[in-house]
C-alpha cells in the first residue's frame, strides 16, 4: 500500500477494536478521521508545492502538517506518556507556533525557508505521533483527553489554513496549476427572492457551558440584536450588486481546473458564498 493511507493502517486496526469505553472509542475515531482528513487534503501536492510560502502570515502546508502533529506529540505525549522520547527533538524548534513556554521558535516568516524534513519525513512523523497516541489512548488520563479533544478541534482550524494557503501558493505561479477537480457546475433557474424578517431585540450568543468551545466563543451573553431581513435563498451572480462583484467575486484559475470551470460556475446559485442578509 502506499500515499497517505499506509500511515493509518496500523492506527485504524487498533482503534477499530470494540473499546469498553464508547466515549472514549468516538473520540479515538474522531481523532483518526481528523488526522486522515489532514493527510489527505495533503495528498496532491509535491514536496515543493508543501515547502513554498506565498508570504509571511500564511505557512507552508508541509509546516501545517508538522505543527498539528508537534501539538499532540508535546501535550499528549511528552506530558502525558511516561518514558516518551520525541521523534526527533530538534523539530519543536521549527514547529512550535506562538506557545511561549515551550521556548523559542524559528520565526514565522522563514517557515519557507525549511527544505528540511522533506514532506515523506513528515509524513512518517505523523504516522509515528499517530500509532503513539493509539496505544496510549486507553490509559490516558482525564486531562490528556480534553487535550485530545483540543487538538481534534486545533487540526481542523488548520485544515481550514492549509487550504487557503495553498490557494495563495498556487496563486503565486503563472503556470495557474490547480489543487484539484471541481464537482460539474450546476445551472437552474431560480425561484424569486423574497425577505423574511429575522429574529431581533435581546438575544443570547455564544458556547453554552457544555460541550468543546474555544475561549473566544464564550462566555454566552446577551446582545442587542438590530432589526434585519433575511433572504429566502443565496443571492446569484446575476443579482450580486457590480461594484461589489468586482472586489470579491474573482475567480482565479489557480484554484480550478479549467478557465470553463470559471465560466460555468458563474451559472450556480452562489458563486461567491452565502450572502441572504439585509438591513431591514
Same mark, same amino acid.
Given at each position: 500500500?502506499?500515499? /497517505?493511507? %499506509? ?6 486496526? #487498533?482503534?477499530a477494536?470494540?473499546? @469498553? ?6 473520540l ?5 478521521? $481528523? ?8 495528498? /496532491?501536492?509535491?514536496?515543493?508545492? #508543501? $515547502? *513554498? ?7 507552508p ?7 498539528? $502533529?508537534? =501539538? ?9 506518556? @511516561?518514558?516518551?522520547?520525541? =521523534?526527533? &527533538? ?6 512550535? !507556533?506562538?506557545?511561549e513556554?515551550?521556548g523559542?521558535?524559528?520565526?514565522r516568516? %522563514? +517557515?519557507?525557508?525549511? !527544505? ?12 509515528h ?9 486507553? @490509559? ?6 480534553d487535550?485530545i479533544?483540543?487538538? *481534534? ?16 501558493? =498556487?496563486? &503565486?505561479?503563472?503556470? &495557474? ?22 429574529r431581533?431585540?435581546?438575544?443570547? *450568543? ?9 475561549d473566544?466563543?464564550?462566555? %454566552? ?14 443571492? $446569484?451572480?446575476?443579482e450580486?450588486?457590480? %461594484?461589489?462583484?468586482?472586489? @470579491? ?9 479549467? !478557465?470553463?470551470? *470559471?465560466?460555468? +460556475? ?5 458563486p ?6 439585509? /438591513?431591514?
Amino acid at each position: 500500500m502506499t500515499g /497517505p493511507d %499506509r500511515y493509518f493502517v496500523a492506527v485504524g486496526r #487498533a482503534m477499530a477494536r470494540e473499546d @469498553s469505553d464508547p466515549a472514549l472509542k468516538a473520540l479515538g475515531e474522531r481523532l483518526l478521521a $481528523t488526522r486522515k482528513l489532514t493527510l489527505d487534503l495533503a495528498a /496532491p501536492l509535491s514536496d515543493a508545492d #508543501a $515547502t *513554498i510560502q506565498p508570504f509571511p502570515d500564511a505557512s507552508p502546508a508541509k509546516w501545517h502538517l508538522a505543527h498539528t $502533529t508537534w =501539538f499532540f506529540e508535546t501535550f499528549v505525549l511528552r506530558d502525558h506518556v @511516561s518514558g516518551y522520547q520525541p =521523534f526527533n &527533538e530538534r523539530w519543536a524548534y521549527l514547529f512550535n !507556533s506562538y506557545y511561549e513556554a515551550e521556548g523559542p521558535r524559528h520565526a514565522r516568516p %522563514r +517557515r519557507g525557508m525549511l !527544505s528540511r524534513p522533506s514532506l515523506d519525513e513528515v509524513r512518517n512523523y505523523r504516522a509515528h505521533v499517530d500509532e503513539e497516541l493509539e496505544r496510549a489512548l486507553p @490509559s490516558l488520563p482525564s486531562a490528556a483527553l480534553d487535550l485530545i479533544e483540543l487538538g *481534534i478541534n486545533h487540526e481542523q482550524q488548520h485544515q481550514e489554513l492549509f487550504l487557503t494557503d495553498i490557494l495563495a501558493t =498556487f496563486a &503565486e505561479n503563472p503556470l &495557474e496549476p490547480f489543487y484539484g477537480e471541481l464537482p460539474p457546475p450546476v445551472c437552474f433557474l431560480v425561484e424569486p427572492l423574497s425577505w423574511h424578517r429575522g429574529r431581533d431585540g435581546v438575544v443570547e *450568543i455564544g458556547a453554552s457551558d457544555q460541550g468543546f468551545a474555544f475561549d473566544a466563543e464564550r462566555p %454566552r451573553h446577551r446582545t442587542f440584536l438590530a432589526p434585519h431581513q433575511l433572504a429566502n435563498r443565496r443571492v $446569484t451572480s446575476k443579482e450580486w450588486p457590480p %461594484r461589489l462583484k468586482k472586489l @470579491s467575486c474573482r475567480p482565479t484559475r489557480s484554484t480550478f481546473s479549467s !478557465s470553463a470551470q *470559471i465560466s460555468a +460556475r458563474a451559472c450556480s446559485v452562489s458563486p461567491c458564498g452565502s450572502s441572504n442578509f439585509a /438591513p431591514a
